[in-house]
Every structure is written in C-alpha cells, then in structure tokens.
C-alpha cells in the first residue's frame, strides 16, 4: 500500500507512513472479518470526523461501558479465528496451485536468492539472484534424518 502513495523519487515515504498506517489498521481485512484496531482495541478507530460531528457521550462514561467492551472484544477475536479457519483451505489450495516442487543434484547449476538492500536505490529494481553456482554438495539428507530422529 506504501509504494502507492510514494512519489517517483521515493522522498515522500516517510510522510505518507502514518496515513497509510492508519488505512490499513482502519481497514476491514478479509481474513478475519474485523480491522486490526477493533480486534486489539474492542471498539473501531475514532476519525476527526466522529470527533467533528455529535455523538452520545453517555455510554462513555456509563459503568457496563468497560465490560460490554470487554465482552464485544473477546467475540470478535473468537469471530476473527472462525474467519481465519474458513479462509485457510483458499488460501492453501491458492498456494499450492503456484508452489513447484524443487529438487537439486549434485552438479547442476542453480541461482540463489539473495534479498538485498542498498540505500537509496529502490528495492524492486535490485538483483534478488545471483549466479549461477554449481551445486557441489547437499546438505537435505543429513537434515531429514536429524529431523526425523528428533521427532
């Protein structure tokens, strides 16, 4: 969401941070049903403009206010765990249909992956691979059988 608001020199990140830190916490996200801010807070964000317009203030300072909150919050994250069961099956079959299974032998040639970061140049036109390397020894059999003798 940053990189669309960031200008074409990436100057403007810094200031466009806290406007987007704010959609995203306001935001409803799909998974869990819920945004952010009411699963932490029990109550949704408070906008310059509630505080613009009128509103009853009565419930704010009523006694129940704090338990009925307490009580709505906990709902909604066993609401939001529900989300998140129903949405994993979609979301497993989605990365499976583009996952590939990948084995290597000794010998072939391969390009490993890199993440890198150089200050003032943006990310996404950096070089993530780099090679290629010729595969000499592998390592995978030895951790199978350290896996599977730990379980």
């Known amino acids: 969401m940053l990189s669309m608001y960031t200008d074409v ?39 310059p403009l509630d505080v613009i317009l009128p509103h009853n ?10 338990q009925k ?3 709505r919050s906990e709902e909604a994250r066993q609401l939001a765990n529900i989300h998140i069961k129903d949405a994993q099956p979609s979301d497993k079959r989605r990365y499976d249909a583009r996952h590939r299974s990948v084995s290597c032998k000794i010998g072939d040639l391969v390009w ?17 691979y780099f090679g290629p390397y010729r595969i000499t020894r592998q390592k995978w ?10 379980n």
């Open 9 to 47: 020199e990436q100057k403007n990140w810094d200031t466009v941070l806290p406007f987007v830190t704010f959609a995203y916490n306001s935001a409803k996200q799909n998974s869990t049903g819920f945004s952010p801010f009411f699963l932490i807070y029990g109550r949704n964000i408070t906008t």
């Open 57 to 66: 203030n009565d419930q704010d300072h009523d006694d129940s206010y704090v």
């Open 69 to 71: 909150l307490v009580t």
């Open 112 to 128: 490993v992956y890199t993440p890198i970061r150089k200050v003032g140049l943006s990310e996404k036109l950096l070089r993530r």
């Open 141 to 150: 059999k030895a951790w199978k059988r350290i896996k599977r003798d730990v």
